[in-house]
C-alpha cells in the first residue's frame, strides 16, 4: 500500500484532501469547510458561526513558559478570535481537555480561571465540553459559537480588484515576544537559578502570551455600518492570511511594505535578535489581528481609526500576490507560517 | 501548594468542580454544562443542540484491533448519539484530530472514510474542524450540531415519580464484544500468527466497532406524538445513567433487573467469560441505546415497538435510586461505568 506522509500535504492541503468526498445535504449549512468558521442557520433569524481550533502541549504550547492562566486564557480567545473574523459576535463556548495525570486539579484550576477570565472579559459562557484522560501531555480542544445576521457575515471569498486591505493593530509582536521566551527557556535549562528578563518587554511577551480577540473591530464596523468585502485572523502570518484571501476570492493583491503596522518595540527587538522585523511582521503569525479588505468607497470610514492600516489593494488575480518592498522591488509573496507537520 | 489528583473528583465531579465559577451571561444559552447536550438560541426558530466528546488513542480505543475506518464511523455516531439524546436532530459535525508522523495520509483516509459513511447514513454534513500534529498516537475531537424547538428538547431533569423508565435495544453487548477483542489481542500478542475467532460473534463485535446512533427512536417519538420526560444517553453504563437521571431530576428509581433486555448472545457469550451478564448489562457501557422516561398515560404508544423495553419505575427522591434483582432482593443502584483517569 502506498504511504503517504503527512507534510506532503501540510495542513490546509491535508484538510482539504480528506474532506473532498464529504457532500452537501442540509439546507441548513450555510458554509462548510474552509473559512474561519462555519456557518449555520436552522429556520429564519440568525446564523450560527461556529470554529474549532486543537491545541497540542508542546506542539501551540510550552508549559515551561506558559502560565497556565495564560494559556487557558490564549486558548479561549484564538478560538473567538475566528468568530470575529466572521463578522459575528460569539456567545459561547466548548472546552475538551485530555491530560495526563501528572496534572492536579490546582493546575486545571489555574486553566479554567484563565478561561473564565477571557469568557467574562469577551462575553461569552462556557456551555460544555468532555475531559478525559491522556497518556501523556495536554490537548485542548475548543469551540466557538456565535452569531451574526446572514447578510452581515463576512466570507474570505468576497475581496474584488479594486478594495483596500486593511489590518487592525501591527504584527509582528507575538513572534518577537516568542524569541524572548523561547531565549529565556534556553538560559533557564542551563541554570536553572536564572530568573527570567523581561523587563520593558511586557508589551511583546504579552502578545503571545495574552492576545486579545479583536472584539472591537467588529464593533466599529457594526458602529459605522461598514460591511469589510473579506475577512480573516492572522494566526498564521499575515503572509499566509492574504494568500488565503486571494486564493478563495480569486483576485491577486499588491502589499506595500512600508505600510505593513509593526511597533517600536518589536522593530527593535527584531533587530537585537538580528532578525529582519519586516520578515515576523509578514510570517511571525499569532497576531491575532484582523486581516480585511474594503470598498475603496468606505475608506472615508475608517479614516480616523488609528487602529486600522491600509496596507495594500486588491488586484486582478492575473496580477499576482506580490510585496512591495520599501526599496521599491516586487516580490512574489510566499506562505511561511508556522507549521506543525 | 496543596495537590489534589484527579481521579479524588472523578468525570463528572472534575467538570462540575472546574466549570463551578462561571456564570451565564447570553439569554441565549439555555442550557449549559450538565446534560447530553448544550442548548443555544439565537432568535426564533429552531434552537442549536452542540455536544463535543474527546477520544484518545489507547484510553479510548485500542488500534490493535479497531480498523480505522471503524474507528471514524464510531466517532461520528457516538456523538450523533448525544443529540438524540436531547430528543434533537443532528444535521452537521465538525472533526479536529491531533496525530503523529507515525500516520499516513493513507492511514487518515480510512478514518474519514468510515466518518463519511456515517455521516452519509446519519445525513449529517462535516463543516469544520482542525487538524494539527501531535508528539504521539492520535487524539479525535468531534463537535455535533443538531436542531430541535425548544419545546420538544428533552433534559435529563425532567423525570417525575410515576414515569415508566424505558431502554431501547438491549444492553451489554458491546461490553462483552469488547472482552472478545481483548482476548484476540491477548492471543495475537503472544503468538502473531493467530487469526481471530470470531465465528457467530458478528453482533457482538459489531455492537462495540461500529455501534448506531438511534435515529430510528427520535423519528419514533415524532411519529407516535410521545415526548419522553427525561432522557440520555448510555455511553458509561446503565446503572451510570440512571443516576444522572436521577440527580438530575432529584428522583429515585427502582429498575427491575428481569426485564433489563440482554440478547442471547450476549447472555451465553458473558457466561463462557465467567461474567455475569447483568452486570455487563448494567455497569458495561458503550452501547449507544436510550434511556428515557415517560409518563405512564403515554404507555400505549409505546406497546407496540419491540426495540423499547420498560425496565422500571420513577419514585420519589427519599426512596433511593435501587435494583430489585431477578431473586427478589433490592440493591442501591451504584455506578461502576468506565473510568478513564
Known amino acids: 500500500m502506498k504511504r503517504t506522509e503527512l507534510d506532503e500535504l501540510g495542513e490546509f492541503g491535508l484538510i482539504k484532501h480528506l474532506t473532498r468526498n464529504f457532500g452537501k445535504m442540509n439546507k441548513s449549512t450555510l458554509k462548510g469547510v474552509g473559512d474561519d468558521a462555519a456557518v449555520i442557520q436552522y429556520g429564519s433569524g440568525n446564523a450560527t458561526v461556529i470554529s474549532t481550533d486543537m491545541l497540542v502541549e508542546n506542539v501551540h504550547f510550552d508549559l515551561i513558559y506558559t502560565p497556565l492562566k495564560h494559556l487557558g486564557y490564549k486558548a479561549i480567545m484564538v478560538n473567538l478570535s475566528d468568530i470575529y473574523a466572521m463578522n459575528a ?23 479554567y480561571e484563565g478561561m473564565r477570565m477571557a469568557c467574562v472579559q469577551q462575553g461569552v459562557d462556557l456551555v460544555g465540553g468532555d475531559s478525559t484522560s491522556s497518556l501523556k501531555g495536554m490537548t485542548l480542544s475548543i469551540t466557538a459559537i456565535g452569531e451574526q445576521a446572514t447578510d452581515k457575515i463576512v466570507y474570505r471569498s468576497g475581496a474584488k480588484a479594486g478594495d483596500l486591505i486593511c489590518v487592525s493593530g501591527d504584527l509582528g ?13 534556553s538560559v ?22 495574552k492576545p486579545e480577540a479583536r472584539k472591537d473591530m467588529v464593533e466599529f464596523f457594526e458602529s459605522v455600518k461598514l460591511l469589510p468585502t473579506s475577512m480573516i485572523d492572522i494566526s498564521d502570518g499575515l503572509s499566509s492570511e492574504v494568500l488565503h484571501i486571494c486564493n478563495q476570492s480569486k483576485c491577486g493583491a499588491i502589499i506595500e511594505e512600508m505600510h505593513v503596522p509593526v511597533s517600536e518595540l518589536t522593530y527593535q ?18 497576531d491575532y489581528e484582523l486581516l480585511f479588505t474594503i470598498d475603496p468607497k468606505d475608506a472615508e470610514k475608517i479614516k480616523y481609526n488609528l487602529e486600522i492600516s491600509i496596507i495594500g489593494e486588491i488586484v486582478p488575480e492575473k496580477d499576482g500576490v506580490r510585496l512591495q518592498t520599501k526599496a521599491g522591488r516586487m516580490h512574489d509573496l510566499i506562505a511561511q507560517g508556522w507549521r506543525h507537520y
Chains 1, 2 share one sequence.
Do not use: W
Open 188 to 209: 533557564f535549562l542551563a541554570n536553572p537559578n536564572m530568573q527570567p528578563e523581561f523587563e520593558g518587554q511586557n508589551y511583546l511577551v504579552g502578545r503571545i502570551l
Open 89 to 111: 459576535y460569539p456567545r459561547q463556548v466548548l472546552v475538551s481537555m485530555a491530560i495526563s495525570n501528572k496534572y492536579s486539579v490546582e493546575a486545571l484550576d489555574e486553566i
Open 173 to 185: 509582536a507575538a513572534y518577537v515576544g516568542l524569541q524572548l521566551l523561547e531565549r529565556e527557556k
Open 269 to 286: 527587538k527584531a533587530l537585537d535578535f538580528n532578525t529582519d522585523p519586516m520578515v515576523c511582521a509578514m510570517h511571525g503569525g499569532e
